[in-house]
């Protein structure tokens, strides 16, 4: 397998060992949950995780202003409430925790588990669920993808602005469901624990719409012109994007080398443009990936002097980058 | 062709347009020539470039704290002595500039012709050649990979500081001995100005010792568990650096998913701790690539309070994160 791996069922220990070495201002504790190491001592902590994979999501992201813990599954596998009530125990300083999951069946159902075990041990605990990929068009159904990073970053702006659980739970809310992201890619992620291809794809062809896990998305084409790829993209998000000020996340799928996510940013610019869009931020790089995949994601939010002074607040996050 | 472009005669325009988008602190003047808007008033302006393809090297590099120009060639090709006078012209600011040339043939004769014209226009100018590269066995032609980014770094740092463009020139001459770097590839990269593959390599296979530019090195082997693939690179490494205290780069080459480079750096840092190594700072991202190609390389730099204060000091690239 072309991995730089020793053993497929040491990827997720042997990844997390690697994060903590070189990133010193986190640890993990119960095997799979990384936790800051100064443990904040007032205000809401975040919680986030699902199934790894997704590099720098979401451990990464374990940061002053960002999250405070990340559960981390196995490769592209929901964590266990057990491992989720971990991080919510060890994070909780009594101002209640938020968990913030990716709109995944066993992501929800796990992270739902973990919050009632939680308020049996009277800890406060509120959930908000991320569903911003609108290739899928139930929208009850939508997957989270790289626009969960954003929330990511604005729930733990208002976290550490002192606001109350309810408070960011409600702002969060409002914030939700604008946000709209799309994905496409060129190839597939090679998956280490089954050393299987996450889907079969010729030469020739790319996958519009597709998941962070290689799902299925909303055709398989001829590839094309970077253009024109752009254009199909911006046309699905602009289906529900009516602002005219846009925040605006190119994200690499993990393959991606800069030099193309500089590329698409171009023709992004160009195309937002011409339909008199203003972008306020751009957010270019690998935030939320599909293991080895190649391919980019698109993510739409409005903009508004508090979603953008919460972006650009510095994080002590190494892969929040803006 | 798998890639995410509009047309091969396009490729450095559009990224340079991409990336100058996303990063309001530079912009690109004659062309191909990337400098900071806000030009520094005082102190000695280092300039570095070379072919393009190792992005974030060398455009993403100018920053605050690093470098104040980055020339930039055509995908794995020399940037021509007229842009590379345009850059020195245009960041002088009376207090001279310091060139760092990459040891590549077309790129150190280019940069050389480009000293000679400035200094025909009574421009100071001083020429450091990284050549890190130790896969090659004569130091005259080692090639300047990865730990080119340290020599930006200090540069500037150094530069910030007040120092004179003889005393930079002289500091980092004795340094640039001390870095030394070795790569590997599991996949070579496609080249999108040709549509080729830099090499040919079985899907079984992996090449030690890689340049840069898909350079053949040491040696063509079977894919081995990564602590194997460590233990070669770590053994090339250590025939020549003998502290015991050490600053490591763990560089991916642009497709390999940090997943893998967090997997690479325990492995580095477990066999470092066999040898008694002690490592004083962890650099793990995507810092010099090679377009597409999966693989890493290693850097390693003696560690001293000065090099460590040197590259822990904040700069405003994006893509210098530790």
Chains 1, 2 share one sequence.
Not at 106 to 119: H, I, L, R, T
Request: some cysteine; charged content about 25%.
């Amino acid at each position: 397998m072309k991995k730089l791996i020793k053993d497929k069922t040491q990827f997720l220990s042997d990844m997390l060992d690697g994060l903590t070495i070189s990133n010193k201002q986190i640890e993990v504790i119960s095997d799979t949950v990384v936790v800051r190491k100064n443990k904040k001592e007032k205000g809401v902590a975040i919680v986030s995780g699902g199934g790894s994979g997704h590099e720098p999501a979401h451990a990464g992201y374990v940061a002053e202003g960002m999250l405070d813990a990340a559960v981390c599954g196995e490769v592209f596998t929901s964590p266990t409430p057990d491992k989720i009530l971990s991080a919510i125990k060890a994070v909780d300083n009594g101002d209640g925790v938020l968990l913030v999951v990716k709109n995944y069946a066993g992501d929800v159902m796990n992270f739902e588990m973990a919050q009632e075990m939680a308020e049996m041990e009277d800890i406060q605990v509120e959930t908000v669920v991320v569903k911003d990929d609108v290739a899928v068009s139930d929208e009850t159904q939508r997957r989270g993808v790289a626009g969960t990073v954003f929330v990511h970053k604005v729930a733990g702006y208002l976290a550490d602005k002192g606001e109350s659980l309810a408070t960011i739970k409600e702002k969060l809310e409002q914030l939700l469901p604008t946000i709209k992201s799309i994905g496409m890619a060129l190839t597939p992620p090679l998956v280490p624990t089954t050393g299987q291809y996450g889907f079969d794809i010729d030469d020739e062809s790319m996958e519009i719409g597709i998941g962070i896990h290689g799902e299925k998305g909303l055709a398989r084409k001829k590839i094309e012109s970077v253009d024109l790829i752009v254009e199909r993209l911006i046309a699905e998000l602009l289906k529900e994007v009516k602002a005219k000020q846009l925040i605006v996340m190119v994200n690499g799928m993990g393959a991606t080398p800069l030099s193309e996510l500089n590329i698409v940013t171009k023709y992004v610019s160009q195309q937002l443009d011409d339909k008199q869009k203003d972008v306020k931020l751009w957010l270019v790089g690998d935030y939320m990936t599909s293991l080895d995949m190649e391919g980019v994601s698109l993510t739409f939010v409005p903009y508004s002097e508090a979603v953008y002074e919460a972006l650009t607040t510095s994080t002590s996050s190494p892969y929040f980058n803006i």
